[in-house]
């Protein structure tokens, strides 16, 4: 995310865009719109750390899914609120990301994956152990949708999408303040030489922990939408394969833009969901993407359009 | 222009082909054809059982000409990756864009579980032919969804009553896969084993990524009196050699669940399998004409023995087709459509006679088997029929469901 106006500008004719199309869509592309919104949190969110601050995590699903499952056993066993629910998963992914970040942010590079992978792998554990909490393999179903007091019932898939829509613009907003501030240019300085910035006099470590707990506590934003979308958490949300696609999502859109993140989001939930439709061999599909992003446009497709503007 | 933009230009295209795709709606009139969705896990680990769920379904539909009461049949069939949350979005899929009339299929428990509120909030009338979770027709049951396969403790319960009744072991630990179609497993045959006077001596869990099942065979007890075994696809294949490469097996009768020996493994076992004890509502061994026909038939379509999972969609098709012709084709009233899959009631499905219960789930024989080898080839030779099990058992119902779900300590192991 730069400074640049026609960024901005481009971002609002989108959502505007989409805004205005949505009534007209069928419900099914509708509802595969708002999990694209929802994912690309997870993946704006994992930006933040793999694109500004140079962590790549391989256990991000870790707090998107510690989030859902605060919200899954909240609602179901409590009847909890949205707001209750809202605050709680945040809080709870907040929290397991700064008790993660203690561990993991001592490492760099590939002990720093191996780290954040096996913190990851603990709490798959414990969603498919803790069988009196989280009911195990089995997952919790039956997470109604929020009700916010509002005229319309987020039961149907178009006030649905408006909220996870105005979610996704609010996540974007508060991200791109966050890079773009100060904190956010020490980030990237961090990104580009750790020792110069410690040097500089800049608390290295606390900055990186920083990152960390943020980048944690907006993928539990994400997992609390999600529950709420899927009505279903289960160990799947927070086991390894979860964790790299959103990797790839932002390497797909290109890492340290936001924007791009968010693309690769939605890129990679259309074409598992329809390009699945017309080929069993969608995965090869799937692959050829990757592989042609990577020796196209090896920063991804926010870098290429970056390169043509530029 | 240089080749990243052209690769760019390329990806937008296919883009707005796929968003081109979006806006063609798939709903017809009443004069349509049938729409089946069916959900089935044709990539990913699983894939070799979701084909037999998929080949069964097919077999049954080319029977019948893919037309039932004058309408055609059309299948749709999405792939689950053997994921839950991808067959929850296949299922939205399904229904929101291709407006099925029936959904159908799955294979975790975890998927059944997802699709329950899923089938009650669209009111679509969704069969689950494979997918065994007790609590789906019994704690949990939905309005709209009919159990078409099995529950899990269903069979387990009449083996631990046939182990009291016809042999001598009363000491017996139990080795099962640590999920909870293990526990379910478990948990019915102790029930009945311990309430006729045996009693379970210990309980071995192993984790359902297990490579090597020596750390967990050298705990078995050898003074038990056998070994009951829950366990399914690689994990039973592995179990097996290792129960014979570990000494138990000569030593320590086994006895196991449905799926440890179903047909999906059997023919890629060895002499190590001979012996084997078994429950479960089918056998491709079973002798009935049905079934003689239908194990004939799928093999020459699939190259291979039925496994349960191939019968049961097999079934879960004909039901389906049953419904129909019930409601004379007008499957646009989901009212009743769902009354008429709940009304089903046939005494010649390969498995037996079969009809359904309240809660959704079928009453149906459960047979006792035996691994022997017949022409040379494995088969789980049927030696034994309980009549019309039912979820229950013998219990009643509602002092039934008062009791929890069987879990990894439920019921307690006392005799542990």
Redesign the interface.
């Given at each position: 995310m730069t400074r640049r106006p026609g960024v901005l500008v481009g971002v609002a004719v989108v959502v505007v865009a989409a805004a205005a199309v949505a009534p007209w869509?069928?419900?099914?592309?509708l509802?595969?719109l708002t999990?694209a919104m929802i994912v690309a949190i997870l993946a704006m969110s994992l930006d933040v750390l793999l694109g500004f601050t140079g962590l790549p995590s391989l256990g991000h699903a870790a707090y998107f899914g510690v989030a859902a499952y605060a919200v899954a056993i909240l609602t179901t066993e409590r009847q909890s609120g949205f707001v209750v629910c809202l605050i709680a998963g945040v809080v709870f992914a907040a929290v397991a990301a700064a008790l993660f970040g203690l561990i993991a942010i001592r490492a760099t590079g590939t002990y720093f994956l191996m780290i954040t992978l096996a913190l990851g792998m603990v709490v798959w554990g414990l969603a498919f152990r803790w069988?009196s909490l989280t009911k195990?393999?089995?997952?919790i179903?039956?997470v109604p949708r929020p009700d916010l007091g509002l005229p319309w019932s987020f039961?149907g898939?178009l006030p649905f999408f408006y909220f996870s829509l105005v979610c996704a613009v609010v996540a974007l907003a508060l991200l791109g303040l966050i890079v773009a501030s100060p904190f956010g240019m020490s980030l990237k300085g961090i990104r580009e030489s750790e020792s110069r910035m410690r040097i500089l006099g800049y608390n290295v470590w606390l900055h990186k922990y920083l990152a960390f707990v943020i980048a944690g506590t907006f993928a539990g934003f994400s997992g609390v939408l999600w529950a709420y979308y899927?009505?279903?958490v289960?160990p799947?949300?927070v086991q390894l394969v979860t964790s790299v696609e959103a990797l790839l999502m932002v390497a797909l859109g290109g890492q340290g833009t936001l924007l791009g993140p968010a693309v690769g989001a939605a890129?990679i939930v259309?074409l598992?969901?329809?390009?699945?439709?017309y080929t069993?061999r969608w995965?090869l599909i799937l692959g050829a993407?990757y592989i042609?992003?990577i020796?196209?446009?090896p920063r991804g497709?926010a870098g290429?359009?970056h390169?043509?503007s530029s | 222009m240089s080749r990243r933009t052209i690769a760019l230009f390329a990806l937008a295209a296919f883009l707005l082909a796929l968003v081109a795709g979006l806006g063609t709606p798939t709903a017809r009139a009443q004069s349509g054809p049938i729409k089946i969705g069916f959900l089935s896990p044709l990539t990913g680990a699983a894939s070799a059982l979701g084909k037999d769920m998929l080949n069964g379904t097919e077999l049954y539909l080319d029977e019948i000409g893919r037309t039932v009461a004058g309408r055609k049949i059309e299948l749709i069939v999405e792939d689950t990756e053997g994921n839950t949350q991808t067959a929850l979005t296949k299922a939205r899929k399904l229904v929101d864009q291709d407006h099925v009339h029936i959904l159908s299929g799955g294979l975790l428990a975890s998927t059944g579980y997802a699709i329950h509120p899923f089938a009650e909030a669209q009111k679509i009338p969704t069969t689950y032919p494979v997918m065994s979770s007790d609590d789906l027709t019994q704690r949990k049951p939905a309005k709209w969804v009919v159990r078409t396969g099995w529950n899990s403790s269903q069979s387990t319960h009449a083996l631990g009553d046939w182990v009291i009744k016809n042999t001598k072991y009363r000491k017996i630990a139990t080795v099962a896969a640590d999920y909870a179609f293990g526990w379910e497993s478990v948990g019915g045959f102790q029930r009945t084993f311990e309430e006729g006077g045996g009693q379970i001596i210990q309980k071995v869990w192993v984790p359902l990524n297990t490579n090597d099942f020596a750390p967990f065979l050298s705990q078995v007890k050898r003074d038990s009196d056998a070994v009951f075994a829950v366990f399914f696809g690689k994990l039973a294949l592995q179990f097996m050699k290792e129960y014979e490469n570990s000494g138990l097996k000569g030593r320590v009768p086994l006895l196991s669940n449905g799926t440890t020996v179903d047909e999906s493994v059997l023919p890629q076992m060895g002499d190590e399998a001979l012996g084997t004890i078994s429950t479960l509502h089918y056998s491709a061994a079973l002798e009935n004409p049905t079934n003689q026909r239908f194990a004939k038939a799928f093999e020459a379509k699939a190259g291979k023995i039925p496994s349960y999972y191939a019968e049961t969609c097999y079934t879960n098709a004909r039901w389906i087709a049953e419904a129909i012709k019930a409601v004379s084709g007008k499957v646009e009233d989901r009212e009743a459509l769902l009354a008429a899959l709940r009304k089903v009631e046939l005494k010649d499905f390969p498995r037996g006679p079969v009809k359904i219960d309240t809660f959704g789930n079928p009453v149906q024989n459960v047979y006792i088997r035996k691994v022997e080898r017949v022409g040379g080839k494995l088969q789980n030779t049927v030696f034994f029929t309980y009549p019309n099990v039912s979820q229950f058992w013998k219990y009643n119902p509602e002092e039934y469901l008062k009791a929890p779900l069987y879990t990894r300590d439920y019921p307690p192991c006392k005799a542990c």
């Amino acid at each position: 995310m730069t400074r640049r106006p026609g960024v901005l500008v481009g971002v609002a004719v989108v959502v505007v865009a989409a805004a205005a199309v949505a009534p007209w869509l069928p419900s099914y592309p509708l509802t595969l719109l708002t999990q694209a919104m929802i994912v690309a949190i997870l993946a704006m969110s994992l930006d933040v750390l793999l694109g500004f601050t140079g962590l790549p995590s391989l256990g991000h699903a870790a707090y998107f899914g510690v989030a859902a499952y605060a919200v899954a056993i909240l609602t179901t066993e409590r009847q909890s609120g949205f707001v209750v629910c809202l605050i709680a998963g945040v809080v709870f992914a907040a929290v397991a990301a700064a008790l993660f970040g203690l561990i993991a942010i001592r490492a760099t590079g590939t002990y720093f994956l191996m780290i954040t992978l096996a913190l990851g792998m603990v709490v798959w554990g414990l969603a498919f152990r803790w069988v009196s909490l989280t009911k195990g393999d089995n997952g919790i179903s039956g997470v109604p949708r929020p009700d916010l007091g509002l005229p319309w019932s987020f039961w149907g898939p178009l006030p649905f999408f408006y909220f996870s829509l105005v979610c996704a613009v609010v996540a974007l907003a508060l991200l791109g303040l966050i890079v773009a501030s100060p904190f956010g240019m020490s980030l990237k300085g961090i990104r580009e030489s750790e020792s110069r910035m410690r040097i500089l006099g800049y608390n290295v470590w606390l900055h990186k922990y920083l990152a960390f707990v943020i980048a944690g506590t907006f993928a539990g934003f994400s997992g609390v939408l999600w529950a709420y979308y899927n009505g279903f958490v289960s160990p799947v949300d927070v086991q390894l394969v979860t964790s790299v696609e959103a990797l790839l999502m932002v390497a797909l859109g290109g890492q340290g833009t936001l924007l791009g993140p968010a693309v690769g989001a939605a890129l990679i939930v259309f074409l598992k969901n329809f390009v699945s439709v017309y080929t069993k061999r969608w995965l090869l599909i799937l692959g050829a993407v990757y592989i042609g992003v990577i020796l196209f446009a090896p920063r991804g497709l926010a870098g290429a359009f970056h390169r043509r503007s530029s | 222009m240089s080749r990243r933009t052209i690769a760019l230009f390329a990806l937008a295209a296919f883009l707005l082909a796929l968003v081109a795709g979006l806006g063609t709606p798939t709903a017809r009139a009443q004069s349509g054809p049938i729409k089946i969705g069916f959900l089935s896990p044709l990539t990913g680990a699983a894939s070799a059982l979701g084909k037999d769920m998929l080949n069964g379904t097919e077999l049954y539909l080319d029977e019948i000409g893919r037309t039932v009461a004058g309408r055609k049949i059309e299948l749709i069939v999405e792939d689950t990756e053997g994921n839950t949350q991808t067959a929850l979005t296949k299922a939205r899929k399904l229904v929101d864009q291709d407006h099925v009339h029936i959904l159908s299929g799955g294979l975790l428990a975890s998927t059944g579980y997802a699709i329950h509120p899923f089938a009650e909030a669209q009111k679509i009338p969704t069969t689950y032919p494979v997918m065994s979770s007790d609590d789906l027709t019994q704690r949990k049951p939905a309005k709209w969804v009919v159990r078409t396969g099995w529950n899990s403790s269903q069979s387990t319960h009449a083996l631990g009553d046939w182990v009291i009744k016809n042999t001598k072991y009363r000491k017996i630990a139990t080795v099962a896969a640590d999920y909870a179609f293990g526990w379910e497993s478990v948990g019915g045959f102790q029930r009945t084993f311990e309430e006729g006077g045996g009693q379970i001596i210990q309980k071995v869990w192993v984790p359902l990524n297990t490579n090597d099942f020596a750390p967990f065979l050298s705990q078995v007890k050898r003074d038990s009196d056998a070994v009951f075994a829950v366990f399914f696809g690689k994990l039973a294949l592995q179990f097996m050699k290792e129960y014979e490469n570990s000494g138990l097996k000569g030593r320590v009768p086994l006895l196991s669940n449905g799926t440890t020996v179903d047909e999906s493994v059997l023919p890629q076992m060895g002499d190590e399998a001979l012996g084997t004890i078994s429950t479960l509502h089918y056998s491709a061994a079973l002798e009935n004409p049905t079934n003689q026909r239908f194990a004939k038939a799928f093999e020459a379509k699939a190259g291979k023995i039925p496994s349960y999972y191939a019968e049961t969609c097999y079934t879960n098709a004909r039901w389906i087709a049953e419904a129909i012709k019930a409601v004379s084709g007008k499957v646009e009233d989901r009212e009743a459509l769902l009354a008429a899959l709940r009304k089903v009631e046939l005494k010649d499905f390969p498995r037996g006679p079969v009809k359904i219960d309240t809660f959704g789930n079928p009453v149906q024989n459960v047979y006792i088997r035996k691994v022997e080898r017949v022409g040379g080839k494995l088969q789980n030779t049927v030696f034994f029929t309980y009549p019309n099990v039912s979820q229950f058992w013998k219990y009643n119902p509602e002092e039934y469901l008062k009791a929890p779900l069987y879990t990894r300590d439920y019921p307690p192991c006392k005799a542990c």
